[in-house]
């Protein structure tokens, strides 16, 4: 009989600790600078598309961007340089490998650095990676432990890079806006609190949307709290809409039937609204 026994979060987090630990003492970790920023880009004015097309209105990040869930248009498309598909009979060289903490958040890439949200131990912690040679730059980390029978503990939304900053949302609803270059919380807040909300049975799931000055979570609130809007520069709430319950899909910026509009998925239904106000 072979048995095998799943790592606690905790043993986890103090491999992690240690393995960083040792990182850090290398001389050879040294953090690189962060790229000149990019032009920030500009939505494209509406055009007419088919009622049943339902058209990402995110232009064409810049080259080496992956900022979002899925992607610049969030629609899973890669398109920046053409993907090889010739691969060697033993598989391709891994470049680097990190041990990391739980959860089901992916990354987004900006400017050399990656950046995720995982689980170590009993908090949650946002951590840029230096995408050439996997090494952690810098972590923002806060008490929180969410885990449920079926998915395991972690959480849930990957972050999303906008013009320097990273919001990242936990599972249990803490929300942080983080400079991209040391981890310095810009702002913070906690959705669930602020639209008075229970959480729902896999945490929270939706990642951010930068829309225009906003970004924009589901924290599935009634009383026109299920959509909220928040400036993304200060972190004060700008707008809010809707009343259902929320679900785990990622809301969309898209042109449909010529008109941009924000494209949401409730636990009940779909829902477009108008980026400015919901």
Do not use: C
């Not at 490998?97 to 131990?121: D, H, L, W, Y």
């Not at 959480?199 to 299920?226: F, K, T």
């Amino acid at each position: 009989i072979h048995l095998r026994f799943v790592e606690s979060p905790e043993a986890r987090a103090e491999r992690i600790a240690k393995h960083r630990s040792a990182q850090r003492a290398d001389p050879s970790a040294v953090a690189p600078p962060v790229a000149s920023p990019a032009p920030a880009p500009v939505a494209p004015a509406g055009r007419g598309t088919a009622p049943e097309a339902a058209v990402p209105a995110t232009p064409v990040a810049p080259a080496g961007l992956w900022p979002d869930f899925r992607g610049p248009k969030r629609d899973g498309h890669y398109t920046e340089r053409a993907i090889r598909t010739d691969w060697p009979a033993g598989g391709l060289t891994p470049l680097w490998k990190q041990p990391v903490g739980g959860g089901f958040a992916s990354f987004v890439a900006a400017r050399g650095r990656a950046f995720t949200i995982e689980q170590r131990g009993g908090e949650e912690i946002v951590a840029a990676y230096d995408i050439v040679t996997g090494r952690e730059l810098w972590t923002s980390k806060w008490a929180a432990t969410f885990s449920e029978s079926m998915g395991g503990p972690g959480p849930r939304a990957t972050p999303t890079w906008s013009d320097g900053r990273v919001y990242a949302l936990g599972a249990a609803g803490e929300f942080r806006a983080l400079d991209e270059t040391d981890g310095r919380t810009v702002w913070r807040t906690n959705i669930l609190q602020d639209a008075r909300a229970a959480n729902i049975q896999w945490g929270m799931s939706a990642s951010p949307l930068v829309v225009d000055e906003h970004v924009v979570v589901l924290p599935g609130g009634s009383n026109g709290r299920s959509v909220v809007a928040y400036d993304r520069r200060t972190g004060k709430p700008a707008w809010s809409a809707l009343d259902d319950r929320a679900s785990y899909s990622s809301p969309m910026l898209v042109q449909l039937a010529g008109v941009r509009q924000l494209l949401v998925f409730t636990a009940t239904r779909v829902a477009g609204l108008t980026p400015d106000a919901g």
